[in-house]
């Protein structure tokens, strides 16, 4: 599949993302270059520079020469880069020093959103604390979607460190915020995520126990496979009512005859129905995966994790 002005914006997120080869990203410039239009909706993209892996910055011997020359899309991945040590010694030391000598630079580098939860509260509260604190915070400044951030959680049990927590969701908001969900979407991935850790979600050894646990969050469940347009694919978790829920209201209509009696069966629907958007009500599935298969990649450390639902080749049984 190459690059069009049906699916550039899938083109564009992936190499946001760091999911392009070098090949890949080279067709997606080319292709760009080929379509000025496009090209000014894209903010941020550097097109001379639209290499993967740490080719994607200025190089580290002219990083500090160049930081004013940085686009905000530049210095956001280093930064996103930096919390994530994936900068080496030399080049972080270079960030950082460039950080110091700009104040506007060091406020959005260390810009923290910090949440706290009350002691003693059971699932469904603690999924209602987290959402409306997420809520709240994105709704009182509209530009944070914008912005690199740690997002910190406090008055966990003792028994869950904060900073474990913290670091889960860092790979989630960088993943959704760019991504068309409603505020209210990433306040119940960064819930879920919540709900699953302290019920100590992802330590399970085998399929059966996280499925176990999973359904004592969310209800009876399913274990799902899916992939992307471009290969790349994940597994994750979702509760059967929410996929019953999600279903298109014309799906028995779309089903052969012989399998009328399986629309009531999500297990036996996957098995006839490969394709997302021939099974289910888009935004609705949209939702799912923001509050469930989502938190479930990342509790479970799928690599790589598929954000984008819109993307989605293939969702079914694994």
């Not at 080869?21 to 239009?37: C, G, I, M, R, Y």
């Not at 799906?251 to 490969?274: C, G, N, P, R, W």
């Not at 298969?293 to 293939?314: C, E, G, H, K, Y």
Request: glycine letters at 6%; charged letters at 30%.
């Amino acid at each position: 599949m190459k690059p069009d002005r049906s699916n550039y914006e899938i083109w564009v997120v992936d190499w946001l993302d760091g999911n392009l080869s070098e090949q890949q990203a080279e067709e997606l410039k080319v292709f760009l270059t080929e379509n000025p239009d496009l090209k000014d909706e894209i903010d941020g993209i550097a097109l001379v520079n639209l290499k993967s892996g740490e080719n994607l910055f200025p190089g580290k011997e002219s990083l500090k020469k160049s930081s004013d020359k940085l686009t905000r899309q530049q210095f956001e991945h280093l930064c996103i880069a930096c919390l994530e040590n994936e900068l080496g010694h030399e080049q972080k030391a270079e960030l950082l020093e460039m950080i110091g000598n700009d104040d506007s630079k060091k406020r959005e580098f260390e810009l923290t959103l910090k949440l706290k939860l009350k002691p003693c509260l059971n699932v469904e509260e603690v999924r209602k604390s987290v959402t409306f604190g997420v809520k709240q915070i994105l709704r009182s400044d509209p530009t944070v979607r914008f912005k690199t951030v740690d997002w910190v959680l406090t008055g966990l049990p003792e028994s869950h460190p904060q900073e474990d927590l913290n670091k889960t969701f860092r790979p989630v908001w960088n993943g959704m915020r760019r991504l068309p969900y409603a505020d209210e979407e990433i306040a119940d991935a960064f819930a879920s995520i919540t709900i699953l850790y302290i019920a100590g979600f992802g330590g399970e050894t085998t399929i059966e126990g996280q499925m176990k646990k999973f359904s004592e969050c969310f209800g009876d469940c399913i274990r799902v496979g899916f992939a992307n347009l471009d290969g790349s694919d994940s597994r994750g978790l979702a509760a059967r009512e929410s996929f019953r829920r999600a279903l298109r209201s014309d799906i028995a209509e779309l089903v052969l005859l012989k399998y009328k009696e399986s629309v009531d069966d999500i297990h036996e629907l996957f098995q006839i129905i490969y394709n997302p958007r021939l099974m289910f009500e888009f935004n609705e599935f949209k939702r799912i995966f923001a509050r469930e298969v989502i938190p479930a990649q990342v509790m479970l450390q799928r690599s790589p994790i598929l954000f984008n639902p819109a993307q989605l080749m293939t969702f079914g049984n694994p």
